[in-house]
């Protein structure tokens, strides 16, 4: 008798177990949410489904979501390039999710850095839960993205992207290094000073209302990252390199190790790509980042309206 009814409580337990064990992955296949379009911060931890791609044959995946029709991709093709050419089946391997348009019916992939990969897909990236090109995504075998970045990366975030698969990033190439025309690199304290002098310079700041009326660079416009869209047709000349106050952009430069610290970065460089980009569609595409907070710019001499915080 005691005996069965250790027998009858092993079998509850397995029973127990089993239905844990199929409710979670039920859960994490069907129940779980959907990340976030384009918010690289919620795409992380989520799983990722491509038609036709098995995440279990490489260790890890990088997905590019890119389109012919971006200036950005093109940009990044150098570092596209570096990643195909690294990859291995057994490190890791290269995924490009490409969007196409009725104007792009057929990309240029040497355009785009990609045209030595395997693995070329025509995919919705809205599907995927990317909503700016370009997107990168690591992906581990059971197809949960790990990390993800937005927009044209930096050099030290294509070195990022390197670590995540367990590679060493290869030499940049003094091509790869001209390529960064003035639009990527920022507007530091000492460029700024001179810069203003020009009548001509427009400063732009993204920030609310709030912020900006306590403290702002003398001059400067403005523009609500949610007011871009209606506003800068008609406010911001096109013809003219708009330098831009976006405090998404001075987060994204911050060094942090903690994963709360790389969630944020992660965060802010979708936040201004998302300016950047929103300014694009309005004919605006002449736009540099400026490097630091007003507090920093004001110890090096920028002028600054009010008072700063760090």
């Known amino acids: 008798m005691a005996s069965k009814r250790i027998l009858n409580w092993l079998l509850d337990i397995i029973c127990v177990a089993c239905v844990g064990f199929v409710g979670w992955h039920a859960w994490d296949y069907y129940i779980r949410p959907s990340p976030r379009p384009g918010d690289p911060t919620g795409m992380v931890g989520f799983r990722l489904k491509l038609r036709d791609v098995t995440w279990s044959d490489s260790p890890r995946t990088v997905v590019l979501a890119l389109s012919g029709q971006c200036r950005f991709c093109k940009m990044s093709a150098e570092f596209y390039r570096a990643l195909v050419d690294s990859a291995r089946p057994d490190r890791f391997r290269v995924v490009a999710a490409v969007k196409k348009s009725a104007d792009d019916s057929e990309p240029n992939l040497a355009e785009l850095g990609i045209e030595k990969a395997r693995d070329i897909r025509e995919a919705d990236l809205a599907g995927l839960g990317v909503r700016h090109t370009p997107t990168v995504m690591v992906v581990n075998r059971r197809g949960v993205v790990e990390a993800a970045w937005v927009g044209k990366l930096s050099a030290s975030q294509e070195a990022e992207v390197f670590r995540a698969v367990k590679v060493e990033a290869p030499p940049r190439s003094n091509t790869a290094a001209s390529l960064e025309d003035e639009s990527t690199r920022p507007v530091q304290a000492a460029e700024l000073r001179a810069l203003l002098k020009d009548p001509n310079t427009v400063v732009l700041d993204t920030r609310e209302r709030t912020r900006f ?98």
């Not at 990252?225 to 831009?244: F, S, W």
């Not at 994204?252 to 300014?279: D, K, P």
């Open 213 to 310: 009326y306590e403290a702002h660079i003398p001059g400067s416009l403005n523009m609500p990252i949610d007011e871009i869209d209606p506003r800068a047709p008609h406010e911001l000349p096109t013809d003219r390199t708009i330098l831009m106050y976006c405090l998404e952009y001075i987060y994204c430069r911050a060094q942090g190790s903690t994963s709360s610290e790389v969630r944020m970065r992660q965060f802010s460089a979708f936040a201004c790509e998302a300016s950047r980009r929103a300014l694009e569609e309005a004919g605006v595409t002449k736009v540099r980042c400026i490097a630091d907070d007003l507090a920093t710019l004001k110890r090096a001499g920028v002028p600054v309206d009010g008072k700063p915080h760090p």
